[in-house]
């Protein structure tokens, strides 16, 4: 069975757009920050916290290659900084990239605690910029999402 792997980076809606189709669809799908918090029994916080973030990008890619039966996988927006991770999603199943301008992520995380990676305004850009390319050449589709609903967004991915 193929899979289909969401990617974007953080705040481009893929956990809303999976649950989502799971929803409406009733295919069934899983976010992949939440697998690796419930095998470990630890939020993603306090793993990077305690562990670092070597150690996180370590059971990200073990969980990934753990969840072989689920059909639609929502990944974290670091899922791209091991190659491996890109090469594996290539040959398993069908990338989609949720592009999502920065303007819309700034808005969308302005407040948010509970992401280790969003920083200031610099570091933001900076690996928003550096991770834009490597989503794009990863994906099979880019969904553009900026000024549409999650409604729209699925019936392009359907
Ligand atoms: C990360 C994104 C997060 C989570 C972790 C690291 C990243 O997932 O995996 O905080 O490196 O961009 P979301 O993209 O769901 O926020």
């Known amino acids: ?3 289909l792997y969401l990617i974007g980076f953080m705040g481009s809606g893929k956990t809303t757009v999976g649950r989502s189709i799971k929803e409406q669809y009733g295919i069934d799908y899983i976010d992949l920050d939440e ?19 070597e150690a996180f990008r370590t059971y990200e890619t073990e969980t990934l290659k753990a969840l072989k039966t689920t059909p639609i996988i929502a990944t974290g927006g670091g899922i791209i900084e091991r190659s491996e991770n890109i090469s594996y999603m290539k040959e398993n199943g069908i990338i989609i990239y949720l592009k999502t301008s920065f303007d819309t992520i700034k808005l969308r995380l302005t407040r948010d605690q509970s992401r280790p990676l969003w920083k200031d305004e610099k570091q933001n850009k900076a690996l928003f910029d550096k991770r834009n390319k490597i989503y794009e050449y990863s994906a099979g589709y880019i969904v ?15």
């Open 35 to 53: 697998a690796i918090e419930g095998r470990l029994h630890k939020r993603i916080v306090d793993i990077f916290k305690e562990e670092g973030e």
């Open 144 to 158: 553009h999402c900026d000024n549409r609903t999650t409604k729209e967004i699925i019936e392009e991915i359907v």
């Open 1 to 3: 069975m193929k899979q």
